[in-house]
């Protein structure tokens, strides 16, 4: 093959990865204020559990369910149909493809897949961040933090809509300074 058409089909194939480079946002600004969550444990269905795990600043909450109830998680609706979310169920993690597991070796099945193996637990996150944090990115806020707010989660629990409640506490973000 001639090296002229080498070099095209590479910059054919690069063309992608340069466009979606050219189409990034800029990052935003630190908001004024950071938060973290707490679970309410009364609001958890039966066989679920939250663990709360710290790293200096940094919390992770894992969410785990034993029962044989499955609970659906980040559930991400588009025209009227489902294209992701995450069931427990029986003590393992399940993710939903809607056309199939992209993995190589893998059997390519539509619906609930455990393409990883056997998890027994998930990171548990809010679906978007707190408006809040996104009023913290205006420019010249005072140090006065926020009042702690409610917030309820919604999940699906054994087919039925069901809420999750949390606490969101907010701090002041050293980065908004910078």
Do not use: C
């Amino acid at each position: 093959m001639r090296t002229d058409l080498l070099v095209v089909l590479a910059l054919a194939a690069l063309l992608p990865s340069v466009v979606a480079v050219a189409q990034r946002r800029p990052a935003l600004p630190p908001s004024r204020y950071a938060y973290s969550f707490e679970v309410d444990q009364d609001s958890l269905p039966k066989g679920v559990t939250v663990t709360e795990k710290r790293d200096g600043d940094m919390v992770r909450h894992f969410i785990r369910n034993t029962s044989d109830r499955p609970l659906v998680i980040d559930k991400r609706m588009q025209d009227g149909r489902m294209v992701g979310g995450t069931k427990l169920v029986d003590g393992k993690v399940y993710g939903y493809f809607p056309s199939s597991v992209p993995m190589e070796g893998k059997t390519h099945l539509k619906g609930w897949q455990a393409p990883f193996g056997d998890i027994e637990q998930t990171t548990l996150i809010l679906p978007r961040e707190p408006e809040t944090i996104y009023k913290g990115r205006t420019p010249g806020l005072g140090r006065e933090v926020p009042p702690d707010e409610a917030y309820a989660l919604p999940v699906e629990y054994d087919g039925k809509p069901h809420e999750i409640k949390l606490t969101i506490r907010y701090r002041l973000d050293p980065d908004y300074d910078k």
